[in-house]
Structure formats: structure tokens, C-alpha cells
């Protein structure tokens, strides 16, 4: 079975700054799918960003990008001059290549962008 | 917005009675999923189904069931609702094998007394 673990239960930054967010894995996959959801006070679960594991580049999107580390089982987010909308839950997620049982989330962290 | 709905949203009920949650989707894809979520729990996997009757348990299916007798609806059960089940449910669409993000409907607050 796969574990997700979000270290931060709560981060707060100022407006622009920049921020990033942890999250480390578990798994005895060799490839797999990593991505970044973000949950708005709407509760509305949106996709940031995503990674194959099998592809050595950082995910970029914008404003978000990810420091990917495969032998570390690391997959942190960072969030580039932060947005008041920015603030929201966000969770970690592994899923396994053929997609066979889902997501499995972390627990989450609780970004506040400061004005 | 992957055109997926969840009926209802809001539901209120008490311990012991059956419950029904509908996720519809407009767009036909394949994979479907059931997740619930608590506070201090991240969103958790119930059921899923790779197609027409074709469905499987997650991580946290003890006391749910689910159903999918037409591409465009997977429905969850709960047979006689706990306290315990109380939670927000989400269901969730992927487009694989083409892609294999998977998107969310609204979700539905569920609450049993």
C-alpha cells in the first residue's frame, strides 16, 4: 500500500511571496502518478499540477511548479508570487500507473496568503 | 469542468436508514470513483468502477455499495447509514487510458443523526 505525508497541517505568507509546500511518499512502485489538488473554501477539488514519475523534468504550470526527487520520494510544490486566491487547502496525491485504486491523498496543508 | 454532477448536495438523515448518492457524468469516460472525506483524513477511496458493472472496493468501503448500470451513473449506498459515515463525498471521473488525472464533481455533505 502507498502513504502520503504532508508535513505542514498549516502555512501563512505574505501576498508575493513565495512559498512551498512538502510532501513525501511510499510506495514500492517503480512508476506512478503524482499530483498536486487544490480545495478552495468552495470545497470544489481542483487538479494544480502533475508528474510522471518516469520523467526525469520538474512539472511546471505557470505560477506552480514541483521539485520532484524519485530516490527521495519528495514531491514538493512551489507556488510563485502568491495570490490572495491562492489560499486554500492543498493535498498531496500518488496514484499507481494503471490507475488501480485511486488516488491516495495526504492529509493536506492549509495555505494562507496574507494581504 | 469535466461535466459531472452529484445528487443530492446536501442530505440529512438519521442513523439506520438507506442513503443514495448519484454522481452523473455527461462525457462517458470509463473510470469512476467514490472518496470521502473527514477533517484530518485527506479524501479517502470507497469504490470504484472500471466500466458497466464492473466495480471494485477501496480503501474504506466497510458499510458502502455501489452500483453502475449505465456509463453515465455510479451510484453509493449506504445500506443503513452510522453516525460514522457522516462526511463530504466526492465523486471523481479519469479519462483513462488517454489520460489519467482524475476530476472532481461538487460533492455531496452528508450528515446522519
Known amino acids: 500500500a502507498q502513504t502520503v505525508t504532508q508535513s505542514q497541517p498549516e502555512m501563512s505568507v505574505q501576498e508575493a511571496e513565495t512559498v512551498t509546500l512538502s510532501c513525501t511518499y511510499d510506495?514500492?512502485?517503480?512508476?506512478?502518478?503524482l499530483f498536486w489538488y487544490k480545495q478552495p473554501p468552495s470545497r470544489q477539488m481542483i487538479l494544480v499540477i502533475r508528474q510522471e514519475a518516469y520523467k526525469q523534468q520538474n512539472a511546471t504550470e505557470n505560477r506552480f511548479s514541483v521539485n520532484f526527487q524519485k530516490a527521495a520520494k519528495s514531491f514538493s510544490l512551489k507556488i510563485s508570487d502568491s495570490q490572495l486566491g491562492d489560499t486554500a487547502m492543498y493535498f498531496c496525491?500518488?496514484?499507481?500507473?494503471?490507475?488501480?485504486?485511486?488516488?491516495?491523498f495526504g492529509k493536506g496543508t492549509h495555505l494562507i496568503i496574507q494581504p | 469542468d469535466a461535466g459531472i454532477t452529484q445528487s443530492p448536495r446536501h442530505k440529512v438523515t438519521e442513523t439506520g436508514t438507506p442513503v443514495t448518492l448519484r454522481c452523473h457524468q455527461t462525457?462517458?469516460?470509463?473510470?469512476m470513483y467514490w472518496y470521502r472525506q473527514d477533517p484530518g483524513h485527506g479524501l479517502r477511496l470507497i469504490h470504484y468502477s472500471y466500466g458497466v458493472k464492473d466495480t471494485d472496493k477501496g480503501e474504506v468501503s466497510d458499510g458502502y455499495s455501489v452500483s453502475r448500470s449505465k456509463t453515465e451513473d455510479f451510484l453509493l449506498t449506504l445500506e443503513s447509514a452510522t453516525s460514522s459515515q457522516t462526511s463530504v463525498y466526492f465523486c471523481?471521473?479519469?479519462?483513462?487510458?488517454?489520460?489519467?488525472?482524475?476530476?472532481f464533481g461538487p460533492g455531496t455533505r452528508l450528515t446522519v443523526t
Open positions: 510506495t514500492s512502485e517503480n512508476n506512478y502518478y
Open positions: 496525491a500518488f496514484m499507481k500507473l494503471d490507475g488501480a485504486d485511486g488516488l491516495t
Open positions: 462525457e462517458n469516460h470509463r473510470y
Open positions: 471523481a471521473i479519469s479519462v483513462q487510458p488517454e489520460a489519467y488525472e482524475q476530476y
